[in-house]
């Protein structure tokens, strides 16, 4: 039994990798063990729905989250929405997580696109089957400060997260 955390963006000076740390430090805490996917360590292409599938980082991606009893799902609000390179993830790896229940870490500049997920949660629902933790972390810039989370009602809903999934997938 063990939580994958995937951090999914691409920003070398990312905020959501930031809630995914922070995710990892909350399910150590908790006893859990937990394993850590950064995409900027890999160098996925672009889903064609065709040679892209081929991949060798494909296969060792798709390996790490067949592994996994649960997924905390950390990414990047772009354009109201998850960004392309989340999407792209499980474009090209979604079936490895087939089932999975899913919690969702999301990094927005502003407070307003706090609907942002629900489109991803909808896709990773129907088209996987993943239970989705109805209540997410939504963090704005304002959450954060030199590289840190300084708010402290967002690591307690971190700590929730993690411990709703950690059930979820128990239960599962
Ligand atoms: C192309 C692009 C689109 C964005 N769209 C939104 C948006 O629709 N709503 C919002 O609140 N922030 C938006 N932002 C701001 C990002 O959500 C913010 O920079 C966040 O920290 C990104 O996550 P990351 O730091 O983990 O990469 C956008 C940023 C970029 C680069």
């Not at 006893?31 to 081929?54: I, K, M, Q, T, V």
């Not at 933790?133 to 400060?145: I, L, M, N, R």
Request: overall charge negative; glycine content about 8%; aromatic content about 8%.
């Amino acid at each position: 039994m063990s939580l994958l955390i995937i951090s999914t963006s691409l920003n070398p000076e990312s905020k959501s990798a930031i809630l995914a740390k922070e995710a990892q430090g909350a399910a150590n805490a908790w006893g859990l063990e937990s394993n850590f996917l950064d995409l900027r360590d890999y160098d996925l292409p672009l889903c064609d729905g065709d040679s892209a599938y081929s991949h060798p980082d494909l296969s060792k991606i798709s390996g790490i989250l067949s592994a996994c009893s649960g997924v905390l799902l950390a990414f990047p609000v772009y354009t109201y929405g998850a960004a392309s390179a989340t999407k792209n993830l499980f474009e090209l790896a979604g079936k490895s997580i087939q089932g999975k229940p899913i919690g969702l870490l999301a990094a927005a500049g502003g407070k307003n696109s706090y609907m942002a997920p629900l489109s991803l949660a909808n896709s990773l629902m129907v088209d996987y089957r993943c239970p989705i933790v109805p209540k997410y972390v939504y963090a704005d810039g304002s959450v954060f400060e030199n590289g840190s989370i300084v708010d402290e009602s967002i690591k307690e809903r971190i700590v929730e997260l993690v411990k709703t999934l950690d059930h979820w997938a128990k239960v599962l």
